[in-house]
């Protein structure tokens, strides 16, 4: 089987993600690198594409560059996706350009910086009729599609509450001032976009509590606060959660806890027990039951009660550890299944997270600004 052909826009030097995308997309060796425009600087583009093996043809000094003149190459050369790696503030352009021109799209999160611009974006998805997906890494790990599926199957009855906090530390300090390029854009309103810590990994809690949950935040009652000062960003927010089913919920995201790293814990709850994932742990899923035993699942690839989905994204037979870049490596793998069938006339379906799930979480960022701004009202999400 060829390999499907990938661009990169962003990712060079510095990059904490770029590199972490690259992993993953050659984990399985059915994703070639061709081509990248890796910074906007022409030299450190030009300097990460020799280190990548790269063609210097193909390694472009700017994003706009490199889809034009892929664009002129013939088919069977050209990239036929990029991985977007940017700070937030070039996702919106580079999708809808590279789109225009017929590629597909792989984009870390949030999609854009504004619910109008992901609109936009889907309206251009519609009309060109091309793969769209986000990297949200976490629907990649097996027990999070395997709480998926239990949540759908009715184990624990019908869904009352859903509990989600994303904790992190690393921004405890002024880190900013201090020279760390990844806290820099990230507290940089014209590169982050409105919103810091909640569409840094708030998105990722919100679209993780819609997964696995099955169920869709209909409205929220949020506060966004900057506790570090002088930072024009939210670097912690929490919201008051009302699903579509009456369910209720509670979402805690912060960047200043001291000393936390990745925290990231999800607890689902219906009339007949109760689900628990945590990324400190993710090779294994607790079930809780009414009468207060509880039991741990674990992954595996030859662990019979799992589902088939589950089992077929496990690498290996239980007991052997996987994470974070096989969980994105599944992502990636789902995406060039996706490539392939619409190559060949087939509906895209694998990919978890489309554009449904960029508008979703646009609108969540939204609502979580509109809410804190008007002295935590509640606030509906407007996909």
Known sequence: MNRVRMGMAGGGEGAFIGEIHRAAARLD???ELVSGAF???PTVSQRTGAALGLNPDRVYGSWRDMLAREAKL?????????????????????AQAAMELGFHVLSEKPATCTLAECRTLADVLTRRGLCYALTHTYLGYPLVVEARARVLDGDIGNIRRVSIEYSQG??????????????????????????????????????????????????????LDAAVAGRALDDQAAAFLRFDNGARGTLSVSQISAGEENALRIGVYGDRGGIIWSHREPNSLCLLYLDGSSRTVRAGNNVAELHPATR????????????????????????????????????AQASPATMRSALRGMSFIDAMIRSSGAGQRWAALQT
């Open 39 to 41: 910074s906007s600087d």
């Open 29 to 31: 060796g059915d994703i």
């Open 170 to 223: 690393w921004l405890s300090d002024q880190v900013e001032n201090e020279g760390n390029r990844q806290a820099q854009w990230r507290t940089d309103p014209q590169r982050a976009g409105p919103a810091g810590s909640v569409g840094d990994i708030g998105v990722h809690a919100f679209n993780l509590a819609e997964y696995v949950s099955g169920r869709e935040v209909a409205e929220l009652c949020a506060v």
């Open 312 to 347: 077929a994204l496990c690498r290996t037979p239980a007991g052997h550890p996987e994470g974070f870049i096989e969980a994105f490596a599944n992502l990636y793998r789902m995406f060039a299944t996706d490539v392939r069938a619409m190559a060949g006339g087939s509906a």
């Open 74 to 94: 013939p088919e069977e050369v050209r990239m036929e996706f990029v991985a977007i790696v940017t700070p937030n503030h070039l996702h919106f352009p580079i």
